[in-house]
């Protein structure tokens, strides 16, 4: 098992506690050696970090910030399941970034959640990849990420 938890407190990182579904689910669900996650929206203490549509109310910018909470959702909510330190590697990425219209820069935004995992994980945080632009999420959250992880 690897000692991700040391190379979260050697980055700074601290994981969030779990956030509370907001509808009926759980936040990560285990079957055979993956773990899935719901989706994860930028919530801190509670709060979405950004409302809005990328590339309207919410620069590209601040939007990869709030994917890369995301990421630290939901690798809460794992963490919460099986322990970060049963991660073996990051399988897959699906972001979906709520999108004014002509906005196609979520790739970009996408990679708030890849760049983090990337620090946190190395080479076993390379993954494949899916990002979105929708109409609308959750709340007005401007970004919803998934996670699959391999333990």
């Known amino acids: 098992m690897a000692d991700w938890s040391a190379r979260l407190a050697e980055l700074g990182i601290e994981l969030?506690?779990?956030v509370p579904p907001l509808a009926a689910y759980i936040?990560?669900?285990q079957t055979g050696s993956l773990v899935y996650t719901s989706?994860?929206?930028p919530l801190v203490s509670?709060?979405?970090t950004h409302t809005g549509k990328v590339g309207a109310e919410v620069s590209a910018e601040d939007a990869a910030d709030a994917a890369r909470t995301c990421a630290l959702n939901a690798l809460a909510a794992i963490d919460s399941l099986v322990g970060i330190d049963s991660i073996k590697r990051v399988v897959k990425v699906v972001g979906f970034v709520a999108s004014a219209p002509g906005f196609t820069g979520q790739p970009g935004?996408?990679?708030g959640?890849?760049?983090v995992l990337g620090e946190i994980f190395g080479e076993?945080?390379?993954h494949a990849r899916s990002a979105v632009g929708v109409a609308e999420l959750p709340l007005g959250a401007p970004v919803?990420?998934?996670l699959i992880v391999e333990i």
Do not use: D, F, M
């Open 46 to 48: 509670g709060k979405l």
């Open 39 to 41: 989706g994860q929206l």
């Open 124 to 126: 076993a945080g390379r």
């Open 16 to 18: 969030p506690s779990v």
């Open 109 to 111: 935004v996408v990679n």
């Open 27 to 29: 936040p990560a669900v």
């Open 144 to 146: 919803e990420v998934e």
């Open 113 to 115: 959640t890849s760049n």
